[in-house]
C-alpha cells in the first residue's frame, strides 16, 4: 500500500537590529537579523515543521521548545537532523521538499543555489 503524505510547515520572526539573517543554513548580509530563540532560521523551521506534520510528529515547538534555554541560540540545522532522524526510525522517506520564501529584503536570489544545496 501507498502512504503519501504531505506535509506544510510555516514560521514567522520579527526584525531586530543586526548585521545578517540566516536562511537555510547560508548567512546573508543585512542590515538587520530575525529574532528568536535559536538561530532564527524561519526556513529550516519550515522545513522542520512541514517534515514533522507530514509524519504526525507535532511541531517544532513541542519537540525542542522556545521556553527551553538548552535550546537557545542552536543551529537550525540542528532541529532538522534530529527529525530526519525520527521520521526515519518511523520508516518514512522525504521525496520532495517545496520552499516558498516571501520577502521584500534582502534579495536572496545570489544566494538561493546555496540555500537549496544546503
Not at 18 to 47: Q, R, T
Not at 73 to 101: A, C, G, P, R
Request: charged content about 25%.
Amino acid at each position: 500500500m501507498l502512504d503519501v503524505r504531505l506535509g506544510n510547515g510555516f514560521d514567522v520572526h520579527k526584525f531586530k537590529d543586526g548585521n545578517e539573517i540566516i536562511l537555510c543554513g547560508i548567512k546573508i548580509p543585512s542590515n538587520f537579523s530575525l529574532d528568536g530563540h535559536s538561530d532564527a532560521d524561519v526556513c529550516l523551521h519550515a522545513i522542520t515543521d512541514s517534515i514533522l506534520g507530514a509524519s504526525s510528529s507535532g511541531d517544532i515547538g513541542k519537540l525542542f521548545p522556545p521556553n527551553n534555554n538548552k535550546w537557545k541560540n542552536y543551529d537550525s540545522s540542528f532541529f532538522l537532523k534530529e527529525v530526519i532522524k525520527l521520521i526515519k526510525q518511523k520508516k518514512f522517506k522525504i521525496n520532495n521538499i517545496d520552499l516558498t520564501v516571501i520577502c521584500e529584503f534582502p534579495k536572496i536570489l545570489p544566494y538561493s543555489r546555496k540555500m537549496s544545496l544546503n
